[in-house]
């Protein structure tokens, strides 16, 4: 069974998270023969950006969630190391701005689209809306509830106008977390990391459990899906997610598009530019270099 199927949340289902194992590594054992067709899975979206780019048509939206420490950042790092910087853009969302707040909570969201030919990453996204909002009671539940609709229109809008878009959930456990949060104060380059809110938040695990089942179960379409990552072990989930980035890429079935151009007549000026250019040299040629230029004709 593909990742893009095993891990699909259902439309609607009774999503119940906890059964779901942050841990599984599927038949993988080890990292090795993972990490192996990851890479190969990265060469894949490196060839399928190109096609996207020069198709110019269409775009792909990522949207990452997880917990703290869930393993965003280093997504990002890793999956997308083979693109070309170029046609990627990540967009961050942090808590919202005075300015952003004076607006609805799609404002801020609409305008980070990907172009088309475009790949974006959101690291964070409007699900924030549906979730910290949720939990922490920033708004009351009339107001966050009607949520769930507009983004399921917003996606619609943007699937629409030729953006794909792929969600992904990155699925760890609190021991896993704890880990996580230990390794950031152990090594100095990556205390930087941590923040003050980190253990106020795990402390409201299982009601973020909640707010991430029902934004999963109630957003999740054909158009665009939800996956749930396991992701305890970093090198499956950037296997499951490279693969499933690719995949996505390759069902697009992009186009490299015809020349609008004439090619035979931009080759023939090609070929008298050449011939111009060879005129110009033997013209130009100093006693000595004669010789030179012959050989390296
Ligand atoms: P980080 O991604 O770790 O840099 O943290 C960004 C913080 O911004 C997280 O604690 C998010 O929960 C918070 N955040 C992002 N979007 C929103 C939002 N719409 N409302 C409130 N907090 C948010
Ligand atoms: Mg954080």
Known sequence: MGFKHKYFVEPDSKLKLSRFNPADTGKYKDHEVA???TRHH???????????YAEAQRSLLIVLQGLDAAG?????????????PQGVKVADFKEPTPIELAHDFLWRIHPNEPAKGQITIFNRSHYEDVLVVRVHKLVPKSVWSKRYDRIRQFEELLSENGVKIIKFFL?????????????RLDDPDRNWKISE??????????SYTEAF????????????????????RKWFRNLVISKIVADTLDDMNLKIPAPKIDLEAIR?????AKIEQKQDEKQ??????????????
């Open 171 to 183: 699925h760890i456990s609190p021991e896993e977390q704890l880990q996580r949060f230990a390794a």
């Open 268 to 272: 023939r000026k090609y070929h008298a």
């Open 213 to 232: 089942q029902d934004a999963l179960r109630l957003t999740s379409t054909k158009e665009a899906p939800w996956y749930i990552v396991p992701s305890d």
């Open 35 to 37: 990490a192996a067709e």
């Open 197 to 206: 809110s980190d253990y106020t938040e795990r402390e409201l695990w299982e």
């Open 42 to 52: 990265i060469a894949r979206l490196q060839k399928l950006q190109y096609k996207l």
């Open 72 to 84: 965003k950042d280093g997504t990002i790092r890793h999956v997308m190391s083979g693109t070309n």
């Open 284 to 297: 130009h040629v100093v006693p000595g270099e004669l010789e030179e230029g012959v050989k390296a004709d």
